[in-house]
């Protein structure tokens, strides 16, 4: 079981910039691949991005292409979402998931990944 903690959420305003980290403890040497996804109040759950660390190959929501990067540093067992030129819409609370089984596919759904955090806060002010 791989146990993850998010922090780096807090409030900002329109076209600023956050980064969030996913610490993971555990059993991380299984983890095959890292997700982000969030929840606006009121809504479900939405993918924003994902992470395989085998070739490090990544995938994003089209809302947020362009604009947030997910990486990793295997080292620190940590995995980041920077979000630059954030908008009113990202807001939400932000999870991140682990995948413990190896898979060609890097899923996009809450399905895909069998480890979640508690999530952390993200408020955008127009």
């Known amino acids: 079981q791989v146990q993850l903690v998010e922090s780096g959420g807090g409030s900002v305003q329109a076209g600023g910039s956050l980064r969030l980290s996913c610490s993971a403890s555990?059993?991380?040497?299984?983890?095959?691949?890292m997700g982000w996804f969030r929840q606006a109040a009121g809504k479900e759950y939405e993918f924003v991005a994902a992470i395989k660390w085998i070739g490090r190959i990544t995938a994003y929501a089209d809302s947020v292409q362009g604009r947030f990067t997910i990486s990793g540093d295997n080292a620190k067992n940590t995995t980041y979402l920077q979000m630059n030129s954030l908008k009113p819409d990202d807001a939400g609370v932000y999870y991140c998931?682990?995948?413990?089984?190896?898979?060609?596919?890097?899923?996009?759904?809450?399905?895909?990944?069998?480890?979640w955090g508690q999530g952390t806060q993200v408020t955008v002010s127009s």
């Open positions: 555990g059993r991380t040497r299984g983890n095959y691949a």
């Open positions: 998931a682990a995948r413990s089984t190896y898979s060609p596919t890097l899923y996009r759904s809450l399905d895909g990944y069998d480890s």
